[in-house]
């Protein structure tokens, strides 16, 4: 049985419990909506952890854009069903004001990293991120914390956060879970009208054309333009950015001289759809 938890003073109360006889505990946070990506971390969580909790919170916080988070799916009677078949221990669910009490005053802010790409065209959305993840962190206690690659920019400013203030949890990074077209799994698909849906696997075959590119010994600037503008004729709306990072730092590439990453964030319809790949 999955048990569901909406307040901190129960959760601390659980995992207290759990910490007297020297269960490692894993969290995997999310936003709910939950698909195969996610219970993929669930999965690993479970794997590598003696408790596993899944969180589902909307951080209001980490929304630049009212409209998205007004309609940001909620699902949460079919998320609790999905996690109990993933024999997950707990659901920590706390509405909005559990976290955010009347008087919140902090905010948690990771310069640099944060600041390219997202952090451009989604002003205050990283400082959302890491406030809400490092109360979770505080909340749950936990030793291990599971994150998608597929929030590939999310991972590393968790990381950073995570080194720069010496919490005691090791991030677990696993791998984006997509469709059999290619396309990411994301909360937000279900946004796609039919016809939009067809044209979205056009991002991940614009990102391999791209990195196949790159590594035949394509100028990166070349690969990139041609990407984006198959991505423009496929029918997207916007490409926000197409970028060729350094995987860990996220510094632009003009040359494939290090680990690198092929990151975009597109429009397509009414969504804002982003997926990233190894180069
Ligand atoms: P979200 O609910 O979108 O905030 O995502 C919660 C966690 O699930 C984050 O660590 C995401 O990176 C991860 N995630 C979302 N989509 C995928 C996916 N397609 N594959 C793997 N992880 C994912």
């Not at 990293?113 to 936990?142: C, N, W, Y």
């Not at 919490?167 to 984006?176: A, H, L, N, Q, Y």
């Not at 198959?230 to 950015?241: K, P, T």
């Amino acid at each position: 049985m999955t048990e569901v938890i909406r307040s901190a003073a129960a959760l601390r109360d659980r995992v207290a419990t759990w910490k007297r006889s020297g269960m490692l505990v894993g969290v995997v946070p999310t936003m709910g909506a939950l698909h195969d990506g996610h219970l993929s971390l669930a999965r690993a969580a479970r794997a590598q952890s003696d408790r596993v909790i899944v969180t589902i919170f909307v951080n209001p916080m980490q929304f630049n854009n009212p409209e998205d988070l007004t309609k940001y799916p909620r699902t949460e009677a079919l998320d609790l069903a999905l996690l109990e078949a993933e024999r997950v221990d707990v659901l920590f669910a706390p509405g909005p004001e559990e976290v955010y009490p009347p008087g919140f005053a902090t905010r948690v802010s990771v310069a640099g990293i944060s600041e390219p790409m997202e952090g451009t065209f989604r002003p205050g959305h990283f400082d959302g991120v890491a406030t809400v993840v490092t109360k979770l962190f505080e909340m749950t206690q936990a030793g291990r914390a599971f994150f998608g690659e597929k929030d590939w920019q999310q991972l590393q400013v968790v990381r950073h956060l995570v080194r720069d203030l010496n919490m005691p949890i090791r991030v677990i990074g696993c791998p984006t879970i997509r469709e059999p077209d290619g396309l990411a799994m994301s909360s937000r698909n279900v946004r796609l009208t039919a016809r939009e849906r067809a044209v979205a696997p056009a991002l991940h075959g614009a990102m391999q054309a791209a990195t196949a590119a790159i590594r035949a010994g394509t100028a990166p600037a070349a690969a990139l333009a041609e990407a984006r503008g198959a991505v423009l004729a496929a029918g997207f709306a916007d490409v926000e950015y197409f970028d060729l990072r350094g995987a860990e730092d996220l510094a632009p590439l003009a040359t494939l001289d290090r680990p690198a990453r092929l990151l975009a964030a597109t429009v397509l319809g009414e969504v804002r759809l982003i997926d990233n790949i190894a180069v």
